[in-house]
């Protein structure tokens, strides 16, 4: 188990987008973020206490964790300097990139020397299955986006969190190095082999009760060249029998993809329905879900309404406005 609280490690990441990790851990588990450390040049800023390692663990963090999902997912040679003191000072480290803690030579002996423990999130430690494509008992939603990073975890989250209020049946099923450093279990679905990454995400969402949803963490597009293939493991693997389709209206291109301008929603649900479809016949769209964070209250409202004018399905900004009226679609499922 990693140790509780955490401070978090925004190293020099270039913008918010890519201290998501971190972000993630602050808003939906606030009690286990004491602080921020970060390096010069940050371009991040979670709004939380900026501290050095010896105020962390004045504060009572236990573990430092690597806050920055960065492209590649590489562990930085300036962050080496705080991450090496942080175990000579008595934290763990805890990590959800690619690039392993336990491959970094100079950590491991600092760790051992030290008698801290590295956490690699972003490791499966199960020999899935190979997909069988058998329907299973419960039902499922997933989130599928226009794009990365648009609010599919925060959608899952907000959804499971608005059903466990109303006292329905629901787990929200991480399946990315955020959604497991925040609920603690769940697929590291990247890192899974091809092969068995439906066969993974079937496994996360066995046989359940008839009237008991897992709601599923999004990861990737389909119209993202770089990762559609995890989105595709999500999408048949997890037999949804519905979708809601997440939209961040403000950007022009996609992550990371200059030269790719974002699909519309209307596409998104053509494309996203023909093929859960392989897999669920029955599955729809129940409902779709904007980021707003960077609109203003009252623009957050019109294009929420705009969009639901134009889909014909019920539009919200779950995080800011509640996930009710998503619940509600599925409710009617």
Known sequence: MIETPYLLFLGD????????????????????AVGQISLEGCGADLGLTEMTLDEGLAAGARTLVIGVANRGGVISEKWKAVLISALEKGYDLASGLHNLLRDEGDLVAAAQTNGRTLHDVRVPTVAYP?????????????????DCSVGKMYTAMAMDAEMQERGLKSTFRATGQTGILITGSGVPLDAVIADFMAGSVEYLTPDND??????????????????????????HGGQPDALILCHEPTRDHMRGLPGYKL??????????LTLARVANPDVVVAGISINTQHLSDEDALAYCAKVEAEMGLPTVDPYRHGAGRLVDALAAI
């Not at 190979?130 to 226009?146: E, N, P, S």
């Not at 999004?218 to 989105?231: A, C, E, M, N, R």
Request: with cysteine; aromatic share 6%.
């Open 263 to 272: 699909k519309s929603l209307s596409e998104l649900q053509d494309v996203a």
């Open 130 to 146: 190979i997909a069988t494509g058998v329907k299973r008992k419960g039902k499922r939603c997933l989130a599928v986006g226009t």
């Open 13 to 32: 990441a270039p913008d918010m987008l890519a201290a998501k990790v971190a972000i993630g851990i602050r808003d939906w588990r606030p009690e286990n």
């Open 210 to 235: 008839e009237d008991h949803w897992d709601m599923i963490e999004g990861q990737g597009s389909l119209f993202h060249v770089s990762y559609s293939g995890v989105t595709m493991a999500l999408v």
